[in-house]
Every structure is written in C-alpha cells, then in structure tokens.
C-alpha cells in the first residue's frame, strides 16, 4: 500500500534525518522524496511517498511523525 504524507517541518538536516530514520526503523519503503524550503527559512515543506506493508503499519508510522518537535503538519 502506498501514500503520499505532506507534512510542514522544521528547516534542518536533524528533522529529515529524524523522520526517514522513522520510515525505515518501520520497515516501510521510501519511494519518493522531496523538500523544499518555504517562504519563512524556519519552516520546509516535506512530501514523501511511503510503502508500508499494511495500513495499520502506516498509520502508527503517521502518529509517530506528529508527536516530533520538529513536525507542525501532517496530513495524508
């Protein structure tokens, strides 16, 4: 099963690390990624195409990502 999570975070190299680190303890695959900084330095617009073997999987991945610090948005 695949989705598509955009999600608004911190700009730094930590917050990516962080949550693609997320994605593979998880065992999901990485399909897709990008980032792109936003109008603000402070905040980056991040969209990722994840894999996960099932829907329960990915939804723990999900709420997992919205309790980072690093993280404001998330959304499917």
Known sequence: MNKTLNAM???GPETLMRITGLVRKRG???QGIVYEVGLED???KLTLTVGAPSEDLMDNMVLQMRRF???YEVTE
Do not use: I, R
């Open 42 to 44: 402070a905040l980056s």
């Open 69 to 71: 610090q690093d993280v």
């Open 9 to 11: 975070v911190k700009n």
């Open 28 to 30: 999901c695959e990485l």
